[in-house]
T-cell receptor, first 113, second 111 residues
Framework: GENVEQHPSTLSVQEGDSAVIKCTYS??????FPWYKQELGKGPQLIID?????GEKKDQRIAVTLNKTAKHFSLHITETQPEDSAVYFC????????????FGGGTRLMVKP | SQTIHQWPATLVQPVGSPLSLECTVE??????LYWYRQAAGRGLQLLFY??????ISSEVPQNLSASRPQDRQFILSSKKLLLSDSGFYLC??????????FGPGTRLTVL
């Protein structure tokens, strides 16, 4: 089955700096990679996703990159703000087959004002 | 648009008592539904998933069970709670594109 590893487990940055969270996956058949943001006491919210037919996707201050050859994908947050502080989860699956999402262990991002 | 509800939002139960958590989805039909548990400061552990009414798959053997009595209703139950059942329980449904949408969660404390 799929295995997803996520690093770092905690990340502290100064407001305005960039933050990068990295994930690796094991199953080369995986073709869908979502990222979730979980604020304290709330359910995870989908913030961005990428499919294996593209290498990068951007949405305002967040972007995700995918390297299929190396089987890793990353979340980039630029110009971080205190409200970006949360736990971020990456996940991977072979979407067409209706498989389960496999989640990484999560990264706690702290943005210091 | 689709909406997912969970209740109760918080629950404090004594050890050995029963449990029933409910999840309902609006705005979609025949969704795949999931129950996850999240221990404090930890990742997401998939407990059960369902592809249709009466169809339940268990990912982890434990003190919990799940049922799907209606198309858009998913229930998590226990006959006797253990201390280790404490955690944040999340229900999710899966969209056509593969992504999962999570509910607001239920925080369960077993004392």
């Amino acid at each position: 089955g799929e295995n997803v590893e996520q690093h770092p487990s905690t990340l502290s940055v100064q407001e305005g700096d960039s933050a990068v969270i990295k994930c690796t996956y094991s199953d080369s058949a995986s073709n869908y990679f979502p990222w979730y943001k979980q604020e304290l006491g709330k359910g995870p919210q989908l913030i961005i996703d990428i499919r294996s037919n593209v290498g990068e996707k951007k949405d305002q201050r967040i972007a995700v990159t995918l390297n299929k050859t190396a089987k890793h994908f990353s979340l980039h947050i630029t110009e971080t703000q205190p409200e970006d502080s949360a736990v971020y989860f990456c996940a991977a699956t072979y979407a067409n087959a209706g498989n389960m999402l496999t989640f990484g262990g999560g990264t706690r991002l702290m943005v210091k004002p | 648009s689709q909406t997912i509800h969970q209740w109760p939002a918080t629950l404090v139960q004594p050890v050995g008592s029963p449990l029933s958590l409910e999840c309902t989805v609006e705005g979609t039909s025949n969704p795949n539904l999931y129950w996850y548990r999240q221990a404090a400061g930890r990742g997401l552990q998939l407990l059960f998933y369902s592809v249709g009414i009466g169809q339940i798959s268990s990912e982890v053997p434990q003190n919990l069970s799940a049922s799907r009595p209606q198309d858009r209703q998913f229930i998590l139950s226990s006959k006797k709670l253990l201390l280790s059942d404490s955690g944040f329980y999340l229900c999710a449904w899966k969209g056509a594109g593969g992504w999962q949408y999570f509910g607001p969660g239920t925080r369960l404390t077993v004392l």
